[in-house]
């Protein structure tokens, strides 16, 4: 049984950081390609990142690009995301996932509850 596990959200100001954390059981997580997606109040899931188990690959939306960055620790079947200049508009509930690559966008599935983050002044 796939599960996820995430954790580490909270209230940030503009321009601070956070650092997201996703516990993952059920499965070997370093033999699956993992990432984020995020679902802001009142919209659809936006694609955040999702890094490859093989080739090393990682994607990031151009939104965050430059300021979050995805990372993992199989040995403790952990990843996170590191989230930095936090803008008003990373306000969202943030999700760990598997994820991959479908007919040129990022599709992601097994997440956990989420972890809300907050951006505000």
């Known amino acids: 049984q796939v599960q996820f596990v995430e954790s580490g959200g909270g209230l940030v100001q503009p321009g601070g950081s956070l650092r997201l954390s996703c516990a993952a059981s059920g499965f070997t997580l370093a033999y699956y390609d993992i990432g984020w997606f995020r679902q802001a109040p009142g919209k659809g899931r936006e694609g955040v990142s999702c890094t490859s188990s093989s080739d090393g690959s990682t994607y990031y939306a151009d939104s965050v690009k430059g300021r979050f960055t995805i990372s993992r620790d199989n040995a403790k079947s952990t990843m996170y995301l590191q989230m930095n200049s936090l803008k008003p508009e990373d306000t969202a509930v943030y999700y760990c996932?598997?994820?991959?690559?479908?007919?040129?966008?990022?599709?992601?599935?097994?997440w956990g509850q989420g972890t809300q983050v907050a951006v505000s002044s």
């Open positions: 996932a598997v994820c991959r690559k479908d007919s040129g966008q990022y599709e992601y599935d097994h």
